[in-house]
């Protein structure tokens, strides 16, 4: 065997291999003392979840014992957020939140930094500005994207 075959071989074998570990899922005794106190809700059924779930819960764990007491509020305050959307709210998020993962990298980056550009300004200009696109038409607001889309083709 070639070395090319050979590291192609050991590529394929490390993805399958991590393919399974994944299959696989989290063993309850595998997660970490503090990531089992903070899902000890999900204990007694921890067996009967599908594996990727188990990867996302103790994904998600770890992310919140590594937040700050701020952070972690801050995301107290969305999930209030998300609770209190409707169904339909929820949907619309979650197609929005598909769309943006579906852009090109470059058009991601720029949507983020015109977000913080955004929310940068003072808390008057912002709410000016989000009350005169909240009175724009549709044809406004299609003019308006139109305008940016040529801008940037520039």
């Known amino acids: 065997m070639s070395k090319a075959s050979n590291r192609c071989a050991l590529l394929l074998a490390a993805l399958l291999g991590a393919?399974?570990?994944a299959a696989d899922g989290v063993a309850w005794e595998d997660l970490s003392e503090a990531q089992r106190a903070l899902l000890r809700g999900q204990e007694e059924r921890w067996d009967e979840l599908e594996p990727a779930r188990q990867e996302a819960l103790a994904?998600?764990?770890?992310?919140?014992?590594?937040?700050?007491?701020?952070?972690r509020e801050q995301a107290r305050g969305r999930f209030r957020m998300w609770q209190g959307l409707s169904d339909a709210e929820r949907a619309?998020?979650?197609?929005?939140?598909?769309?943006?993962?579906?852009?090109?990298?470059?058009e991601r980056m720029r949507l983020r930094r015109?977000?913080?550009r955004f929310m940068n300004l003072p808390p008057e200009r912002r709410q000016e500005l989000r009350r005169r696109f909240l009175e724009m038409s549709v044809e406004q607001r299609e003019e308006l994207r139109r305008q940016r889309e040529r801008r940037l083709q520039r």
């Open 19 to 21: 393919a399974g570990a």
């Open 92 to 106: 619309a998020l979650r197609e929005r939140y598909r769309q943006f993962r579906s852009l090109p990298p470059a």
């Open 59 to 71: 994904r998600g764990a770890q992310r919140w014992l590594e937040m700050t007491p701020a952070e």
């Open 114 to 116: 015109t977000y913080q």
